[in-house]
């Protein structure tokens, strides 16, 4: 059961533009949403998080926006750099984590 | 069907005991992997093993042993549990590394 889903499994940006990664949900009792990021041969790094009250949250380059009507949420990197070429996992928790399967973002400079 | 299933989804147990966290993945994937998530929500790898070989072992200590009977199951076994090995741990898999990661839902170990 899939509670998680990243539709899209890579995304390709231009230097400087707007990086937007997308993520559903299936289930309505999460309380916690979280973004990892991950590099090649390297485990996730935590990298924002947003909690099921607020339906924003910013850390510099980086927003979370949180639509619960439509069970929605994304991820924004503004402006995109080479470096934020990773994949790009989410996660909704309640009592268990469920992560997406990741979406892989590469950036041209 | 749960494509990556973890046993059992919480362990409270006490220090020095021996325990063993299973995980079994129906995808067909070659790569299984171990991670655990510390209080600041870092998820750092510890294992991963591709077709039963053992690739990537972390600076972990010896008490943690995977074991993967074939290529759908990646066991973690823990001997002597301290205190400090309280943690959610992760299993995953992959198609290849770094490709199409599905993730456990994870097991919150509790040592008192």
């Known amino acids: 059961d899939q509670q998680v889903k990243q539709n899209s499994p890579s995304l390709s940006v231009q230097e400087g533009r707007i990086s937007i990664l997308n993520c559903d949900y299936t289930n309505s009792m999460f309380d916690y949403f979280l973004w990892y990021k991950k590099y090649p041969a390297e485990g996730p790094t935590f990298l924002i998080s947003?909690?099921?009250?607020?339906d924003k949250n910013e850390d510099g380059r980086f927003t979370v926006f949180l639509n619960k009507s439509a069970k929605h949420l994304s991820l924004h990197i503004v402006p995109s750099q080479p470096g934020d070429s990773a994949v790009y996992f989410c996660?909704?928790?309640?009592?268990?984590?469920?992560f997406g399967t990741g979406t892989s973002l590469t950036v041209i400079p | 069907d749960t494509a990556v299933s973890q046993t059992p989804k919480y362990l409270v147990t006490q220090m020095g005991n021996d325990k063993s966290i299973k995980c079994e993945q129906n995808?067909?994937?070659?790569?299984m992997y171990w991670y655990k998530q510390d209080s600041k929500k870092f998820l750092k790898i510890m294992f991963s093993y591709n077709n039963k070989e053992l690739i990537i072992n972390e600076t972990v200590p010896n008490r943690f042993s995977p074991k993967s009977p074939d290529k759908a199951h990646l066991n973690l076994h823990i001997n002597s549990l301290e205190l400090g090995d309280s943690a959610v741990y992760f299993c995953a898999s992959s198609r290849a590394a770094n490709y199409g990661y599905t993730f456990g839902s994870g097991t919150r170990l509790t040592v008192v």
């Open positions: 947003i909690s099921s009250i607020k």
């Open positions: 995808l067909g994937h070659d790569t």
């Open positions: 996660a909704g928790t309640g009592n268990q984590f469920y």
